[in-house]
Each structure stands twice: as structure tokens, then as C-alpha cells.
Nanobody, 123 residues
Framework: QVQLVASGGGLVQAGGPLRLSCVAS????????MGWFRQTPGKEREFVAA???????YVGDSGKGRFTISRDNAKNTVYLQMNSLKAEDTGVYYC?????????????????WGQGTQIPVSS
């Protein structure tokens, strides 16, 4: 299984940007679908964005128009660029990897998870 280490979290003001990174090791990164999920206070973990091995991207409703996911296969890294952050974006963000090339938003298709990085957004 691939190992994932997320970074880039930290306190940010509402309206500001933040970029998360997730570095993978121990697998062939280019073969994985990579996703970002988050758990906000009082809620279940939810899908944020994903990028397939072919570069197809999908951003969930919570981030549409504000979040962008990208990957750099040469660096074994997936990024989540978040702009115009809101207080309700506060939570713990997780990166994950899936070997399923066809479904990219369902959590149960992801079999490797990073440790999570916390993002408090101050209003």
C-alpha cells in the first residue's frame, strides 16, 4: 500500500487561500486516483475533490468554484488549492489513494489514507 503524508494545514483567515500537499511513497503514484476528504466539526467525513490517474478532476459541491485539485506525478504529490476559505471549511483534511480508476468520489474505494492535516479558518 502507498503511504501518504499530508501537509500545509494551519490557521487561516476567512477569505484567504491555502494549499495542501500530499506526498506519496511506496507505490506507483501515477497509477492512483488521488482524493481529498475532510471532516468538519459535528459531521461525517465527506468528499472534497479527486483527480484520476488520467488527470480527470472532480470537485464536490463544498468546494466548487473555490478549490482546485492537481497532481505532479514527477514529485509523487497531489495538491489542493483552496481559495476564498470560509469558517465552515474548518476541519481535518485527509488525502487518500485509490486503485479504482472508475469511481473517484466514493470513500470506500480509497484504500490508503494520510494522517490528516487540521485547518482552522477564523472568521
Amino acid at each position: 500500500q502507498v503511504q501518504l503524508v499530508a501537509s500545509g494545514g494551519g490557521l487561516v483567515q476567512a477569505g484567504g487561500p491555502l494549499r495542501l500537499s500530499c506526498v506519496a511513497s511506496g507505490g506507483t503514484f501515477s497509477r492512483y486516483t488521488m482524493g481529498w476528504f475532510r471532516q468538519t466539526p459535528g459531521k461525517e467525513r465527506e468528499f472534497v475533490a479527486a483527480i484520476s490517474r488520467y488527470g480527470y478532476t472532480y470537485v464536490g459541491d463544498s468546494g466548487k468554484g473555490r478549490f482546485t485539485i492537481s497532481r505532479d506525478n514527477a514529485k509523487n504529490t497531489v495538491y489542493l488549492q483552496m481559495n476564498s476559505l470560509k469558517a465552515e471549511d474548518t476541519g481535518v483534511y485527509y488525502c487518500a489513494a485509490s486503485t479504482d480508476p472508475t469511481v473517484i468520489a466514493a470513500q470506500n474505494t480509497y484504500n490508503s489514507w494520510g494522517q490528516g492535516t487540521q485547518i482552522p479558518v477564523s472568521s
